[in-house]
Structures are given as C-alpha cells and as structure tokens.
C-alpha cells in the first residue's frame, strides 16, 4: 500500500514568517474538516466498502490527503519557525506555544483538539460517500476562508493547490457514489447497506 516519497506533493517555500496566519491555517491539520480528518475518514471506510472498486478511491484518497497533512504541517512550521518570543505574543499565538512550544499538535483554528468525533465511518456506502462529498465540499470551503484571510502568495500558492485537489476528490467520490448505485437495484438505494444486510430487503 505504501510507496513513500522523501519530498512534498507540492513544495511550500514560506521565507516570512508569520504566526497569525498559522493559526488559522493548522485548522487543516487537525480541525474538524482538516487532513488528518479526511485521512482517517477514507482509511477507516474502506474496509467495510463491498466494491472493490470503490475501496481503490478511498484508498487512494486517504492516502493523498496524509500528502497533504504533510504539506498543511510544513506550512505552518515554516510560518512560526524562528519567531521570536514578542512575535509568538504579538500575533497571540503565546496560547498554543505554552502547550506545544513550536512543535505541530492537531488542533482547530479555536484552539479545540483533534477528536475522532470529526468524522464518520458508517459502514454503509451510500451514507459514507455521501458524508465523504460532504467533508471535501467542507475541506473547500476552508481553504477558500483561509485565502480570504491570508494575501501572501508564498502561502496562498500551496493553499490554492490543496483547495483544487478537494474539488477533485469531490468529484472522485461522486464517480464513487455512481458505482454503488449502479450495483444496486435504484428503488432500494436506501432501503438495503449492501455490506451489511445478505438480501434485499423489499
């Protein structure tokens, strides 16, 4: 399954850095609809998913949005790397500091923790991908909030990048959702979880 490159899927070269903008942005580490979220999400789907095929999308976008947990991570490392005491309390990132120093800690714009609670795996294929359009329609959306609170090219380039794969697993998923309906009979689409129920149910 896995096939390891010592390098970015897409470079992030930040020469300025800048606290109050990885505040924001290490929302898409780990806050509710983030990279690490995603990843655990399509990872955890796929060993209930029936068809084979759709277990090949899940995991190939589970494992592209780990790339991109890289990418969010290395982003905010290169915008709070160097920073000095009075820059860390000027931009109020003193908060996140006293708990993790610069280190990177899966957390929400808010401050709220990681939590599991963040995503669903559901064990019907209907509902997941349904729930998995919804979280990169999500994952979109955020990314467009942060370019509208962020105007440095350096960063605003990797964030438009991310944000343009997120369209593109949305659109992956719904080539998903199509396959499982197709392999179902239209008028029980949510009458039957075909990986759970041996029958169709009438």
């Known amino acids: 399954m896995w096939n390891y490159e010592k390098r970015l899927q897409y470079p992030v070269k930040i020469s300025t850095p800048n606290a109050k903008a990885a505040k924001v942005i290490i929302t898409q580490f780990g806050g509710p609809d983030g990279e690490l979220a995603a990843s655990m999400r399509y990872l955890s789907q796929r060993y209930t998913m029936p068809y ?25 490392h290169q915008l709070t790397k160097g920073l000095s005491i009075d820059e860390i309390k000027a931009a109020g ?14 957390q929400a714009a808010s401050g709220t923790p990681f939590s599991s609670t963040f995503f669903q795996s559901k064990g019907d294929p209907i509902t997941d991908l349904c729930e998995d359009m919804a979280a990169e329609q999500k994952a979109r959306t955020t990314y467009d909030n942060i370019l509208r609170l962020v105007n440095d090219p350096e960063i605003c380039d990797p964030i438009r990048w991310l944000r343009k794969r997120e369209i593109v697993h949305f659109q992956r998923f719904g080539e998903a959702l199509r396959i499982v309906q197709d392999k179902l009979d239209s008028k029980n689409f949510y009458a039957f979880n075909p990986e759970f129920d041996k029958c169709k149910m009438k």
């Open 52 to 76: 084979n095929e759709v277990v090949g999308v899940l995991t190939d976008i589970g494992t592209e949005e780990l790339a991109h947990m890289e990418i969010v991570c290395a982003i905010v």
């Open 93 to 106: 990132f003193d908060t996140y500091f006293v708990d993790h120093t610069l280190a990177l800690w899966p």
